[in-house]
């Protein structure tokens, strides 16, 4: 493997209530433990992206990384907290997974390589639209990150807003694979069904 994985937890998570949603419990373990315990068999190395005091995360042993970018960004600015810190570490790929979403797939990273453009997101199927992009699960090229950097500071936020322009591809998995916890009504939800 010559990739690692960074965990999106940056957010607010307003719908919550504020906090961290990552502490959440979910059948007797936090979202986050779910999260690491899932993506850690996939990857090198994992990293953690999360803003304010880092201390509060010593009890998970991986390391913290904030946003660059202030004012809250969005997951754009994880991602390139994440792509810093996979380059310091001579990484040439970054797998990025959310902190709210706890069943993802146990082998997206493999799913997500061996397509050769430089971001490759996951998607669900959607009767609509044929498949419903899930962009905060992606497989990013590392040496992108200043075109990112210049791009967040330019005012993108819209993660496919800068994808597309770089030639994205989306691979579909399948339906109910990226549920995300954002209010208590998902989490009651996730616990009749995802436990």
């Known amino acids: 493997m010559t990739e690692c994985a960074v965990i999106l937890a940056g957010g607010q998570a307003n719908r919550m209530g504020g906090?961290?949603?990552?502490?959440?419990?979910?059948g007797g373990q936090?979202?986050?433990?779910?999260?690491i315990e899932r993506i850690t068999p996939q990857?090198?190395?994992v990293v953690l992206n999360a803003n304010?005091?880092?201390a509060r995360f010593d009890d998970?042993?991986?390391?913290?990384?904030?946003?660059s970018i202030g004012d809250f960004p969005g997951p754009l600015a994880g991602v390139l907290a994440g792509m810093d810190w996979a380059a310091g570490q001579g990484y040439d790929w970054l797998i990025s997974v959310a902190a709210d979403t706890p069943s993802f797939p146990r082998n997206l990273a493999e799913q997500l390589a061996g397509y050769d453009t430089p971001v490759v997101l996951a998607a669900t199927p959607d009767p609509e639209r044929g498949r419903l992009p899930q962009p905060t699960f992606g497989r990013w090229q590392v040496a992108l990150r200043h075109e990112l950097?210049?791009?967040?500071?330019?005012?993108?936020r819209k993660i496919r807003?800068?994808?597309q322009a770089q030639g994205e591809t989306l691979v579909v998995f399948n339906e109910g694979d990226f549920f995300n916890i954002?209010?208590?009504e998902d989490l009651a939800w996730a616990e009749k069904h995802l436990t």
């Open 30 to 35: 936090s979202l986050i433990d779910r999260v």
């Open 161 to 163: 807003q800068w994808t």
């Open 52 to 54: 304010g005091d880092p």
């Open 182 to 184: 954002n209010t208590p």
């Open 60 to 67: 998970l042993g991986l390391p913290v990384v904030a946003d």
């Open 19 to 26: 906090g961290d949603k990552g502490r959440l419990m979910l």
């Open 43 to 45: 990857v090198d190395a």
């Open 149 to 156: 950097r210049a791009a967040l500071k330019d005012g993108v």
